[in-house]
């Protein structure tokens, strides 16, 4: 398993498709996953610390585990299979559900759980993005800074 930080969330052209984008911590592959808008919307909204009126399905989860007095330890990424990735989150108590990867990061950004993925996934669908490159990469990184929720046609 690879140790992976979410880099954001943008919509891919011209499909108009969200997706999330993940990034070996120690290498130069990233990982792109599409992912539904509701979900975009509350990667993005984590990302930025924006806290809503009202409790997301995503936030609710977070307050749900507070209260039963749990934590989520990690994510991880394990396994591509027909173009759809698959997900565990891995509880303190060793207990492991099998999720969404866009529910699992929404939630990870949430309770600062790590995120890993499974080598073999990245070795499949991971895009290697060299160094030479990096300038580009903020370029997307300022993009995903000024992304907001209405962005993906949805508002909280």
């Known amino acids: ?5 979410v ?5 891919e052209m011209p499909s ?3 997706i999330v984008l993940l990034k070996e911590t120690a290498g130069e592959r990233y990982l792109p996953i599409w992912i539904g808008a509701v979900e975009a919307t509350a990667i993005a909204l984590a990302q930025q610390g924006v806290t809503p009126a009202r409790p997301l ?3 609710l989860f977070r307050d749900v585990l507070e209260a039963l007095d749990a934590t989520l330890d990690t ?11 698959y ?20 939630l990870a950004l949430r309770t600062g759980a790590t995120i890993y993925a499974d080598e ?3 070795d499949e669908a991971g895009v290697p993005i060299p160094d030479e490159q990096e300038d ?8 995903l800074d000024n992304i907001t929720p209405e962005d993906f046609g949805r508002t909280t």
């Open 75 to 85: 994510v991880n990424i394990t396994a591509l299979s027909d173009g759809i990735f």
């Open 136 to 143: 580009e990469v903020e370029k997307f990184k300022a993009f």
């Open 7 to 11: 880099v954001g969330v943008r919509v």
């Open 1 to 5: 398993m690879k140790h992976m930080e």
């Open 120 to 122: 073999g996934v990245i």
């Open 16 to 18: 108009n498709q969200p």
């Open 57 to 59: 399905t995503h936030d």
């Open 87 to 106: 997900a565990e989150l891995v509880f303190s108590n060793g207990i492991e559900v099998s999720a969404r990867p866009s529910d699992s990061i929404a």
